[in-house]
């Protein structure tokens, strides 16, 4: 496992005008999410990316992100020159859920624009790319994208989508220390990259003085994908050698995926298993959508592990929907 990364780090490999540049865009997007959750109210809470996101999104199961595609070509450039992430056009809102969300069975997706990708069509290549070499349907990789990232006014995801409360960051919102361990697997894409740009030790390790630039890969849309691709793709074969259920068809592995991506392996497995304990989807649930909303959805659901289930399924059921990708 590499250690913690700080913004120190992140920092560390640019500019002082970059810098200047990278506080400035984060102190934007801070004030905007808080203004942003003040119009709202707290009868929604924001979704943090912690370890603990989508505990029960599958609703059926255990705890513990060569194309020609114009996208491509900051990928190399970023390991020699690190992208400093641009400021979005509009600051991309943290994807919230209704206090009175329906119930998983019966709510009805919101639609997106168009088929297919919509907006997102030039990166129907890099999608295919990844999936291709990954064995996994585009339009699952595609879905977990729609829930992860920001969004610009016309729909277009965010590529430089950061959420404030963490290091999450990029299309696939991956934290610093899963991106650098995502580096170092054997067989991914992204290690296969830094090694060849010459950013490793001699035990595949990306080295502490590439640190910012490794981690500023994650705002390639083409890194992040590859990388999101790599993630679902160890993740569903590390369930399906545990015996979990994971459903069938593109949206079962969709959904597999996009809990794993968040929660983590050791607690997918865990809910899959049989559940989350009362006191670890209490943590849960507050992390999802403040302590104040997560007491009223527990006082009105009974118990803690049903508040949170009730909740991420219904989350789960209105983002996760690879049906409505026809790449």
Request: net charge positive.
């Amino acid at each position: 496992m590499s250690g913690a990364v700080t913004p120190r780090d992140v920092a560390a490999g640019l500019s002082p005008v970059q810098r200047a540049q990278l506080i400035y865009a984060q102190a934007r997007s801070e004030m905007s999410q808080r203004l942003w959750q003040a119009a709202l109210g707290d009868d929604e809470g924001d979704r943090s990316r912690s370890r603990a996101q989508a505990a029960e999104l599958l609703g059926f199961g255990g705890q513990d992100c060569r194309h020609s595609c114009a996208v491509g070509g900051p990928m190399i450039a970023a390991l020699s020159s690190p992208p400093v992430p641009q400021e979005p056009e509009t600051p991309p809102p943290v994807p919230l859920v209704p206090l009175a969300a329906v119930s998983a069975a019966t709510s009805t997706p919101p639609s997106v624009a168009g088929a297919g990708l919509g907006p997102n069509a030039a990166l129907a290549p890099a999608l295919n790319a990844a999936a291709e070499r990954t064995g996994l349907a585009p339009s699952a990789l595609a879905a977990i994208i729609d829930a992860e990232a920001g969004k610009h006014r016309d729909g277009r995801w965010n590529t430089h989508s950061r959420n404030p409360r963490s290091s999450a960051a990029g299309l696939g919102q991956f934290l610093a220390g899963t991106w650098l361990d995502l580096a170092a697997r054997p067989g991914s894409w992204l290690a296969q990259r830094v090694r060849e740009a010459g950013l490793t030790d001699g035990a595949g390790r990306v080295l502490p003085q590439a640190r910012a630039r490794v981690l500023a890969m994650r705002y390639d849309p083409v890194a992040s994908i590859e990388s999101i691709a790599d993630f679902a793709r160890g993740n569903l074969d590390r369930l399906a050698r545990s015996g979990a259920a994971i459903g069938a068809g593109e949206e079962g592995q969709a959904r597999a995926a996009y809990l794993a991506h968040h929660l983590g392996l050791g607690d997918a497995l865990t809910f899959l298993r049989g559940g989350i304990g009362e006191g670890r989807a209490r943590v849960l649930l507050a992390a999802q959508i403040g302590s104040d909303a997560a007491a009223r959805r527990i006082a009105a659901s009974g118990s803690a592990a049903a508040a949170h289930r009730e909740w991420l399924g219904s989350y789960i059921t209105r983002k996760i929907r690879p049906d409505r990708y026809a790449l």
